[in-house]
Structure formats: structure tokens, C-alpha cells
């Protein structure tokens, strides 16, 4: 299964750069830091992509919920209207789409809230891959002076194997940027043993709702005289 992209930015980040820097081959070190910040590139413009799908998400979602909320607040108003011209099927009418939209409002807010919590997630991850890349940038400008200087770049040559797991694994790892887990996760199925009785049960309650909240209305209304 692809790597997420939380873990992906978290193994990015951290990785260790002059680890890298010490790894890399002596024939052209610059040539391969410069190809990992280019790497480092791909995945932020991966997550730029995921964090647009997300506002877009969001502004679906905000659309959707105000679109509900006005239609609530109308029918109210028709309901109020309908009781005081004594029309209770019509309340009960009114009532009943009402309930509908109540009933979609909390999945709805939860999705926002979701993506509001990715968005920001987001945005904290291009932050700090932006700092990563300004990191792997200093260290190579760093690395060619060095070698410019006829400093030895690297000093811990026992430790090339293990250095070099750690190029290999972060190569891995670039290679499995496009990859992604994308999609908002939706509720799972229930399985019911009865779906008639199911389904019965459900308009008996949605029927108590609406008599509930018709008796509270009529009760609300001033009482002609």
C-alpha cells in the first residue's frame, strides 16, 4: 500500500542531509543532492495539489451547508405561516423536509471540520519541506566550497554502508511520491438483519419527530380568541 503523504513529507524531513552528503558517490555528489532537492520539489507540488483538492472540498461542502441552512430557516417559516392558517398538512409538510436537512447537517459539518483539519495539515507540511529544501541547499553550497577548498568532504568512510542504506531508502522513498491515498473516508456499511423492520422503524421515529415538533409549534402559537 503507498506510503501516506504524512509519511512521506515526516521521512523527507527527517532524513538527515549531511548524512546524505556523505553517501553519496564521489564521482558526482553535486549532481546527487541536486536531483534529491528536485525530488524534494515533486513532493511539495504534491502537496500543494492535495491541499487544493481540499479547498475544494471545503468550499462544496460550506456551499452545501449554507444552501440547507437558508432552506431550513425558509420552511420555518412556511411551517409558522401554515399552523396559523390552521393547515397542519402543510406544517407537517414543512416539518418533515425540515427534519431531512437536519438530518444531513452534522455529516456535512463533520466533512468540514475534516478537511478544514487536512487544509491546515497541509499547509504545515509545504512549510516545513520548504524549510527541508533551504536546508539541502545550504549543505550543497556548503559541500562545494568544501570541495573547492580541498576540504574533504566526508570523514566517516567506515560508515559508507550504513550511509548508504540511507541513500538507497530515502531513493525509495522518492520514487513512491506519486503513490498517493487520496479521497475523503465515508461510513462504512451496517449490516442489519431486517431491513424491512429496519426501514419501519426509522419512519416510525421520523413520524414522532414531526408530530413532537408540530405539538411544539401549535403549543408556541398565540391562541386565538
Known sequence: MADSISTRVTRIVGGSVHSLLDAVEDAAPE????????????????????????????????TQLNKLNT??????????????????DLARAGLEKQINIEDQLPVLQKMLAE????GADLE?????????KREMEEALREFIAARASQVPAGTQAGGAGR?????????????????????VSGLGPTVTANATQLKELQELQRSHRIEERLAKLRASMPQKS
Do not use: C, P
Not at 432552506?71 to 397542519?88: D, F, N, P
Not at 504545515?124 to 527541508?132: E, M, P, R, S, V
Open 31 to 62: 549532481a546527487t543532492m541536486a536531483q534529491a532537492i528536485r525530488e524534494v520539489d515533486q513532493v511539495i507540488d504534491e502537496v500543494r495539489a492535495e491541499l487544493g483538492r481540499a479547498e475544494a472540498a471545503k468550499h462544496l461542502v460550506t
Open 71 to 88: 432552506e431550513s430557516e425558509r420552511l420555518a417559516g412556511q411551517v409558522e405561516l401554515a399552523i396559523g392558517q390552521s393547515r397542519e
Open 115 to 118: 478537511q478544514q483539519e487536512r
Open 124 to 132: 504545515g507540511y509545504i512549510t516545513a519541506l520548504l524549510a527541508k
Open 163 to 183: 550511509a548508504q542504506a540511507r541513500v538507497d531508502n530515502a531513493g525509495s522513498a522518492f520514487e513512491r511520491v506519486m503513490a498517493r491515498q487520496t479521497g
